[in-house]
């Protein structure tokens, strides 16, 4: 049977016989199935830093309000910033793992289903 490429971008590959990530090639006759996996992002130091920030403020002095507004902006900057991680969850006879990670949820998407299809293909 000839190789047939489902996705070929940003040095990652899957075909009907391999799926390739950098460092990484796992054979597609091994993989049972596959799956979007979602890691969200800690919220702890963002709300700290707000609440830490909140609290020069009933201080009065110029610099204190200062501190605590530069605290409050630091804070709202990480929880714009902060984004979930998806990856790209492998399952097979050795169990499960992250295969790719990226914050770009549609890149993702794209090579779950490359992966299904080729292992639809496989039979």
Do not use: C
């Not at 169990?95 to 790719?100: K, Q, R, T, V, W």
């Amino acid at each position: 049977m000839e190789e047939k490429t489902f996705f070929n971008e940003g040095g990652v590959t899957v075909t009907n016989s391999r799926f390739v990530v950098p460092g990484q090639t796992h054979a597609m006759s091994g993989i049972t199935s596959v799956s979007k996996w979602i890691t969200k992002p800690s919220m702890k130091l963002p709300i700290i830093l707000i609440v830490l920030g909140i609290i020069p403020l009933f201080f009065g002095s110029i610099f204190w309000i200062v501190v605590g507004i530069a605290l409050i902006a630091a804070g709202v900057y990480l929880l714009i910033k902060n984004k979930p991680v998806y990856s790209v969850r492998l399952s097979s006879a050795s169990g499960e793992s992250n295969a790719i990670d990226s914050k770009d949820e549609d890149y993702i998407d794209k090579i779950v289903q490359a992966i299904n299809d080729a292992i639809v293909t496989r039979g």
